[in-house]
Every structure is written in structure tokens, then in C-alpha cells.
């Protein structure tokens, strides 16, 4: 399982970027995904999550109507499209899968793209 996150760069509040997640080595369309965020010297943070179809998405009520999550389950790939961008958005960018045993839980992650914010 390989994911490999892109996207990420310097923005200036008020501004739009968009992540991509390169899924491959198992049947992307098949996965929920996830994408969580690190904010420098804070914790984990679950952004948005998406079902396997597409058709089904969640947010975390901080960026609610200014993210977008969706997938091309065609090209293997997740997106998230990024508008009117804060300070307070400002941290790495991880895409991961969702699993489950259980409870549901992130099994793979990618290794991150750093998104700040900053004028």
C-alpha cells in the first residue's frame, strides 16, 4: 500500500490550494479515506472523511464550506480542494485509508505535504 500526498505550499490567507493522494497497491475504489492534519506542535486532527463511491462526505466543523473532499476512483486518487485558507489551517496534510477490526481506524498513511497559511 503506497499513498503519496501532494500539493501543499505557501498560500496567503484567503487563498485556494488543492491535495492530491496517489493511492496504489490495493483496490482504492473499495476504501473509505480520510484526510488528517498536524498542526506544528499539536496533535492529530481528522479533517474529512469520503466513502468509497464518492457519494458520501464529513468535515470536521472548522473548514465545513471551505473544503472539499472528493475521489477519481478511475485514477486512484483523493483530493482536497482547499478554499478561503486561515492562519489556523497551517499544518502537514496527511491522506490516509480507513480500516476496520473492529472500530474503524487509519491503517496507511501517506507521508504528509505541508500546507501554511501565512501573508
Known amino acids: 500500500v503506497q499513498l503519496v500526498e501532494s500539493g501543499g505550499g505557501l498560500v496567503q490567507p484567503g487563498g485556494s490550494l488543492r491535495l492530491s493522494c496517489a493511492a496504489s497497491?490495493?483496490?482504492?475504489?473499495?476504501?473509505?479515506m480520510s484526510w488528517v492534519r498536524q498542526a506544528p506542535g499539536k496533535g492529530l486532527e481528522w479533517v474529512s472523511d469520503?466513502?468509497?463511491?464518492?457519494?458520501?462526505?464529513y468535515y470536521v466543523d472548522s473548514v465545513k464550506g471551505r473544503f472539499t473532499i472528493s475521489r477519481d476512483n478511475a485514477k486512484n486518487t483523493l483530493y482536497l480542494q482547499m478554499n478561503s485558507l486561515k492562519p489556523e489551517d497551517t499544518a502537514l496534510y496527511y491522506c490516509?485509508?480507513?480500516?476496520?477490526?473492529?472500530?474503524?481506524?487509519?491503517?496507511?498513511w501517506g507521508q504528509g505535504t505541508q500546507v501554511t497559511v501565512s501573508s
Open positions: 497497491g490495493f483496490t482504492f475504489s473499495s476504501y473509505y
Open positions: 490516509a485509508r480507513v480500516d476496520y477490526n473492529d472500530t474503524y481506524y487509519h491503517g496507511y
Open positions: 469520503i466513502n468509497s463511491g464518492g457519494g458520501t462526505t
